[in-house]
């Protein structure tokens, strides 16, 4: 089990940027498939990004060339950075840590950073 903690959320404007940033505490951070996910009020959580153990990355459509994930294995951190911020960004990002084993797998999640992009 790993513990999340996400800062860096708050209000832009449109076209502005914020970095999130995910700390993990409590298992082998390194081994474990790093996300964030967002929810806006209303809606589902969706994917929007994740990062494997060996650095290979996803990108939900909606946000390709603008949200860039990354991580530091030996600071157990992994960091969203957004740029060219829309309104329909607006939501609570989450944080997820995914660990696989054979036939299943199980995951952790952070308490949520609010990120509001408006004018």
């Known amino acids: 089990q790993v513990q999340l903690v996400e800062t860096g959320g708050g209000l832009v404007q449109p076209g502005g940027s914020l970095r999130l940033s995910c700390a993990a505490s409590?298992?082998?951070?390194?081994?474990?498939?790093m996300g964030w996910y967002r929810q806006a009020p209303g809606k589902q959580r969706d994917l929007v990004a994740t990062?494997?153990?060996?650095?290979?990355?996803t990108y939900a459509d909606s946000v390709k060339g603008r949200f860039t994930i990354s991580r530091d294995n030996a600071k157990k951190t992994v960091y969203l950075q957004m740029n060219s911020l829309k309104p329909e960004d607006t939501a609570v990002y989450y944080c997820?840590?995914?660990?696989?084993?054979?036939?299943?797998?199980?995951?952790?999640w952070g308490q949520g950073t609010q990120v509001t992009v408006s004018s």
């Open positions: 997820n840590a995914r660990r696989e084993y054979v036939g299943y797998y199980t995951q952790d």
């Open positions: 990062i494997t153990n060996g650095g290979a990355t």
């Open positions: 409590g298992s082998i951070f390194s081994i474990y498939t």
